[in-house]
């Protein structure tokens, strides 16, 4: 009873550490509207602004539009570089576990916050590097937290998307470094603070963290992380690590697949007990992937689009007034600091089946899959509502716009991964959960024309394209339809085998 309970205690310290980790360091760049203000007053990027001639009344005022395209631009680079890195680091967490690829995390996190310690005015261009290893490292860290939810199969994708809703307020970070600028604390000294908090993560990768991962369903006896000297893991961790060892060396043994054409038009099924695990070939040429990939890609395309360009937008709605800016700036880091309380939302609606029995005939996971099209379609429709506000040039619409992109970032990220640990064999999550978010990277690839086009082009003006993003959005709507159809036709599949099993009898 004792051992119990104190696996217990060490199940809660993981979900409860991995929380304080995720809200106060995992998603701190998405907070770079904040930090772009605190850049400009200390003089970053200043060299690229000039002397110009107004043509109304001959006045010489400095033009400073080539500093303002330096931060946007940084912002894209950076998300390219994260959502490019999300394949290989997926891979290399199931095949190496989570230790190693946390460590590649704390490695990034301490390079990037160093960068912007070490940077000035005349190496403003360390903030293309620094901010795309912060983005990377917290988007890895946030990954190995995912799985926490698996030691508590209840209320599994509530806790998966309270942590993405800890991801998204954790940009309020940014917001209390330009809070603490404004009081006469540098941003070096804020910056060399994150750094020394790489050894926090380092003692939970130890001693709150499996080797390994966290397997689900959860045997019994599982148990991680350091115990006491000598003693590296727990017994349910190393009867887990044989068990991923049989599993790959059964789908190494397995020497004949589909043909890629029947794959991609059968729908993936869930494997019986004994019959193995689902090939990550035959996962990724199913429907169910396909259209998640593309529900994937176009959110993020949306969400990153909305944060590269939220300044530009407000500073050229507010007529360039400074302090109107900043207010509205600030108002975006309060409200994303609410994503932890809207997460719980999404994560109950995708928990809802688990406090009744299953229907007759139903697995579990087509009960998971039937709850999750709800809230797959309510992230639809809050993207395609964000895409209409920020469309529109009123600026106090722009609350709204502020308050939907919290909203549904919170709803986005954790219907993804909560999809993605259902829909397909947890030994292939990083490499599902990776892969969506790599080629979402052609996507993103999209956002430096564009943002070359609105300024020169459209002289600042994103009207247009912003109408074009908008009808991308409604591609979102399909992920949902396919889902409920799948489950229908599953069900319906069922139901006829049982009929004929029946008529049999």
Same mark, same amino acid.
């Given at each position: 009873?004792?051992?119990?309970?104190?696996?217990?205690?060490?199940?809660?310290?993981?979900?409860?550490?991995?929380? !304080?980790?995720?809200?106060?360091?995992?998603?701190?760049?998405?907070?770079?509207? $904040?930090?772009?203000?605190?850049?400009?007053?200390?003089?970053?990027?200043?060299?690229?602004?000039?002397? !110009?001639?107004?043509?109304?009344?001959?006045?010489?005022?400095?033009?400073? $539009?080539?500093?303002?395209?330096?931060?946007?631009?940084? =912002?894209?680079?950076?998300?390219? !570089?994260?959502?490019?890195?999300?394949?290989?680091?997926?891979?290399?967490?199931?095949?190496?576990?989570?230790?190693?690829?946390?460590?590649?995390?704390?490695?990034?996190?301490?390079?990037?916050?160093?960068?912007?310690?070490?940077s000035n005015t005349e190496t403003?261009?360390?903030?293309?590097?620094?901010?795309?290893?912060?983005?990377?490292?917290?988007?890895?860290?946030?990954?190995?937290? !995912?799985?926490? /939810?698996?030691?508590?199969?209840?209320?599994?994708?509530?806790?998966?998307?309270?942590?993405?809703?800890?991801?998204?307020?954790?940009?309020?970070?940014?917001?209390?470094?330009?809070?603490?600028?404004?009081?006469?604390?540098?941003?070096?000294?804020?910056?060399?603070?994150?750094?020394?908090?790489?050894?926090?993560?380092?003692?939970?990768?130890?001693?709150? =963290?499996?080797? &390994?991962?966290?397997?689900?369903?959860?045997?019994? *006896?599982? *148990?991680?992380?350091?115990?006491?000297?000598?003693?590296?893991?727990?017994?349910?961790?190393?009867?887990?690590?044989?068990?991923?060892?049989?599993?790959?060396?059964?789908?190494?043994?397995?020497?004949?697949?589909?043909?890629?054409?029947?794959?991609?038009?059968?729908?993936?099924?869930?494997?019986?007990?004994?019959? /193995?695990?689902?090939?990550?070939?035959?996962?990724?040429?199913?429907?169910?992937?396909?259209?998640?990939?593309?529900?994937?890609?176009?959110?993020?395309?949306?969400?990153?689009?909305?944060?590269?360009?939220?300044?530009?937008?407000?500073?050229?709605?507010?007529?360039?007034?400074?302090?109107?800016?900043?207010?509205?700036?600030?108002?975006?880091?309060?409200?994303?600091?609410?994503?932890?309380?809207?997460?719980?939302?999404?994560?109950?609606?995708?928990?809802?089946?688990?406090?009744?029995?299953?229907?007759?005939?139903?697995?579990? &996971?087509?009960?998971?899959?039937?709850?999750?099209?709800?809230?797959?379609?309510?992230?639809?429709?809050?993207?395609?509502?964000?895409?209409?506000?920020?469309?529109?040039?009123?600026?106090?619409?722009?609350?709204?716009?502020?308050?939907?992109?919290?909203?549904?970032?919170?709803?986005?990220?954790?219907?993804?991964?909560?999809?993605?640990?259902?829909?397909?064999? =947890?030994?292939?999550?990083?490499?599902?959960? /990776?892969? *969506?978010?790599?080629?979402?990277?052609?996507?993103?690839?999209?956002?430096?024309?564009?943002?070359?086009?609105?300024?020169?082009?459209?002289?600042?003006?994103?009207?247009?394209?912003?109408?074009?993003?908008?009808?991308?959005s409604l591609l979102t709507f399909?992920?949902?339809?396919?889902?409920?159809?799948?489950?229908?036709?599953?069900?319906?599949?069922?139901?006829?085998?049982?009929e004929q099993g029946s008529e049999?009898?």
């Amino acid at each position: 009873m004792f051992q119990g309970g104190r696996t217990k205690l060490r199940y809660w310290l993981t979900l409860l550490s991995g929380l !304080a980790e995720t809200l106060f360091f995992a998603g701190i760049a998405f907070g770079w509207a $904040s930090l772009v203000f605190v850049l400009k007053v200390d003089g970053y990027f200043a060299g690229y602004c000039v002397n !110009a001639t107004r043509e109304e009344d001959s006045a010489v005022y400095t033009n400073c $539009s080539s500093q303002n395209e330096h931060f946007p631009r940084v =912002m894209s680079v950076a998300s390219i !570089a994260n959502t490019i890195i999300r394949f290989p680091i997926g891979y290399f967490f199931d095949r190496y576990g989570t230790t190693a690829t946390r460590l590649i995390a704390i490695s990034l996190y301490t390079t990037g916050t160093l960068f912007i310690s070490l940077s000035n005015t005349e190496t403003s261009v360390l903030l293309y590097p620094a901010l795309s290893c912060i983005i990377t490292s917290g988007t890895i860290l946030h990954i190995t937290n !995912a799985q926490v /939810g698996n030691l508590f199969d209840t209320y599994r994708s509530t806790i998966i998307t309270i942590y993405n809703g800890a991801f998204d307020s954790s940009a309020a970070i940014f917001f209390i470094i330009k809070l603490l600028h404004e009081r006469g604390v540098s941003l070096h000294s804020s910056f060399l603070f994150l750094t020394s908090c790489s050894i926090l993560h380092l003692l939970r990768t130890f001693f709150l =963290m499996p080797r &390994r991962h966290i397997p689900y369903p959860l045997p019994e *006896t599982f *148990t991680y992380g350091v115990s006491c000297l000598g003693r590296r893991r727990g017994r349910g961790e190393k009867e887990n690590d044989r068990k991923e060892g049989d599993v790959m060396k059964d789908q190494k043994d397995k020497t004949a697949e589909a043909s890629a054409l029947h794959l991609i038009k059968k729908p993936l099924h869930e494997p019986k007990e004994g019959e /193995g695990v689902a090939s990550f070939r035959s996962c990724v040429l199913s429907w169910l992937f396909l259209w998640h990939a593309v529900w994937v890609v176009t959110i993020l395309f949306c969400q990153f689009f909305f944060l590269s360009n939220v300044n530009p937008l407000l500073t050229r709605l507010a007529n360039n007034d400074q302090t109107l800016v900043s207010h509205y700036t600030n108002a975006l880091a309060l409200i994303q600091m609410c994503g932890l309380l809207f997460s719980p939302m999404n994560g109950l609606i995708m928990d809802r089946h688990k406090h009744r029995p299953l229907a007759p005939g139903e697995t579990k &996971r087509e009960a998971d899959l039937h709850s999750s099209s709800l809230a797959l379609f309510l992230s639809s429709l809050q993207c395609f509502l964000l895409c209409v506000c920020f469309t529109c040039p009123v600026l106090p619409l722009q609350y709204l716009t502020f308050v939907l992109q919290v909203i549904n970032s919170s709803f986005s990220y954790g219907s993804h991964y909560s999809f993605v640990s259902f829909a397909f064999p =947890m030994a292939h999550f990083g490499k599902m959960s /990776g892969l *969506t978010m790599s080629l979402s990277a052609l996507a993103l690839l999209l956002q430096l024309p564009i943002l070359h086009l609105i300024q020169h082009q459209l002289r600042g003006d994103p009207l247009y394209v912003n109408v074009g993003v908008t009808l991308v959005s409604l591609l979102t709507f399909i992920h949902p339809a396919h889902v409920s159809l799948y489950c229908r036709k599953q069900r319906k599949a069922e139901q006829e085998v049982n009929e004929q099993g029946s008529e049999r009898c």
